[in-house]
């Protein structure tokens, strides 16, 4: 009974920023459950070979370039999709950058409007168009990527325009839950700690970074890609059916302190 609430058979999964990292193996998550997904990303040949990745392993995927500051390609995409597979049942938000150690009073113009457009308005241009066709389908499960970020200022980076981006997201992903919970479609989010990737293993090397980012999680360590993944399959799945709204902390224990 319950093992079954797990699976994603028969539904269309679209992942916005997935040719790597927690996207990747999030469209590797979802695929093992059972779900056709959708890569989108910025770099359209990146895509492509995530995508090869999974169909030469037998899973489900196909893959399409998408830019999420652009509201118009955002909507193209949604057709073109609704077009080939008829439906989309899980949204996950997980498209986004950081630009930091940028200290505020320094901060550019561009810089600040470049991280809130991907990770704010990225996040709801997705929403409101990939929501759209899920109301009307009287079902959906929407997941937003956001960080323990939205909730501490992190330490030795200055990255404002990051945190309040995140901020936005988790704000954004209860307003929208209770806009259409009774309408059948699920919003909820991840707050994730420091994931290990190619970029921040390296950075956490640094002596003064590892002190606060590494020594100040309970856990002692960074998070992995698969672990966020895990708990966004959840959140798809029915066996979160009673949860919107919700922000689940995956941070290693980060907050705790």
Not at 39 to 60: H, V, Y
Request: proline residues 3%.
């Amino acid at each position: 009974m319950y093992l079954e609430k797990f699976k994603l058979d028969g539904k269309v999964a679209v992942i916005t920023g997935a040719a790597q990292g927690i996207g990747f193996a999030t469209a590797d998550a979802l695929s093992e459950a059972g779900a056709l997904v959708v890569i989108t990303d910025m770099d359209a040949a990146a895509a492509d070979a995530a995508c090869d990745s999974l169909l030469k392993r037998g899973r489900q995927a196909t893959s399409i370039k998408l830019d999420v500051t652009n509201p118009r390609e955002v909507e193209s995409v949604h057709s073109q999709i609704l077009k080939a597979h008829g439906k989309v049942d899980i949204l996950v938000n997980n498209a986004g950058i950081a630009i930091s150690f940028k200290p505020a009073e320094t901060m550019e113009d561009a810089t600040w409007l470049k991280v809130l457009d991907v990770n704010l308005n990225g996040v709801f241009w997705c929403c409101r168009t990939f929501g759209k066709s899920m109301l009307e389908n009287g079902t959906g499960a929407i997941i937003n990527v956001g960080s323990m970020s939205a909730d501490i200022v992190n330490y030795p980076q200055e990255q404002a325009n990051y945190n309040a981006s995140k901020a936005g997201v988790h704000h954004l992903t209860r307003s929208l839950a209770a806009e259409w919970a009774k309408r059948g479609v699920r919003v909820n989010a991840v707050a994730p700690t420091y994931i290990e990737t190619a970029l921040t293993r390296e950075v956490a090397q640094d002596p003064e970074i590892r002190k606060h980012w590494i020594e100040g999680t309970p856990m002692e360590r960074m998070g992995q890609p698969s672990e966020i993944a895990s708990v966004i399959l959840f959140l798809a799945s029915d066996a979160a059916s009673l949860m919107t709204g919700s922000i689940v902390s995956a941070d290693g224990g980060y907050t705790c302190w």
